[in-house]
Structures are given as structure tokens and as C-alpha cells.
Nanobody, 126 residues
Framework: QVQLVESGGGWVQAGDSLTLSCVAS????????AGWFRQAPGKEREFVAA????????RYEDSMEGRFAVSRDNGKNTVYLQMNSLKPEDTAVYYC???????????????????WGQGTQVTVSS
């Protein structure tokens, strides 16, 4: 098990960029695949992006590919989500998640992750 802490959320205007960070509590994080999910008010949690433990593969929700980029620095126990050209509909709480056994074909499903952060709020105004 690892503890995850997200940061970097905030209030931005449409078209702006924002980078979220997720720091893990343990060096074993380098063995965990990581995912980003988000939940807007009144909506279900949805997949944003995922990355392999080694960074060898990434996966994105179709509507976000090209605007969002996931990366990681295992030396810093950190995974990042770079978000560009933000839209008001990107407003949500963004969560980081991690799990030991995740493949790219299941990485978009939240039940495969057993470690979750508390989330960071992103608000995009028009």
C-alpha cells in the first residue's frame, strides 16, 4: 500500500494550463501503475489517464488525448498530469490512483486501483 497526495489544483480560466502532481509515500511506487480520474459535481468518477510503473505505456480517455499528458518521475515518487487548453467542462476533483497489477487494457477502470489520493479541485472558468 502507498499513500498518495495530489496537489496543483486551482482556479484557472478557459484556455489555461495546469499541472497536477501526485506524490507517493514510498519508493515502492516505482512498481505501481498510476492513473488519474476526475469527478465533477453530480457526475460519476471518470477516467482521465494512466501510466505504467516504468512509464512504458500510457493511456488516455479519448476526449482528453492531445490536451492532457501523464508522466512520472520514479526518483521523486511522483506522477504528473499536464493539462492544456482547459475547458469549463474540465472542472472537477482530480484523483490520483495506483495499483501493482494494471495493464493498459484495464487501466481505465477504477476498480483495478486499490490506492487513492484525496483529490485536488480544478475549476475552469469561461
Amino acid at each position: 500500500q502507498v499513500q498518495l497526495v495530489e496537489s496543483g489544483g486551482g482556479w484557472v480560466q478557459a484556455g489555461d494550463s495546469l499541472t497536477l502532481s501526485c506524490v507517493a509515500s514510498d519508493r515502492s511506487f516505482s512498481s505501481y501503475a498510476a492513473g488519474w480520474f476526475r469527478q465533477a459535481p453530480g457526475k460519476e468518477r471518470e477516467f482521465v489517464a494512466a501510466i505504467a510503473a516504468s512509464g512504458g505505456w500510457t493511456r488516455y480517455e479519448d476526449s482528453m488525448e492531445g490536451r492532457f499528458a501523464v508522466s512520472r518521475d520514479n526518483g521523486k515518487n511522483t506522477v504528473y498530469l499536464q493539462m492544456n487548453s482547459l475547458k469549463p467542462e474540465d472542472t472537477a476533483v482530480y484523483y490520483c490512483a495506483a495499483a501493482l497489477k494494471v495493464n493498459p487494457y484495464s487501466s481505465h477502470t477504477s476498480p483495478v486501483y486499490d490506492n487513492w489520493g484525496q483529490g485536488t479541485q480544478v475549476t475552469v472558468s469561461s
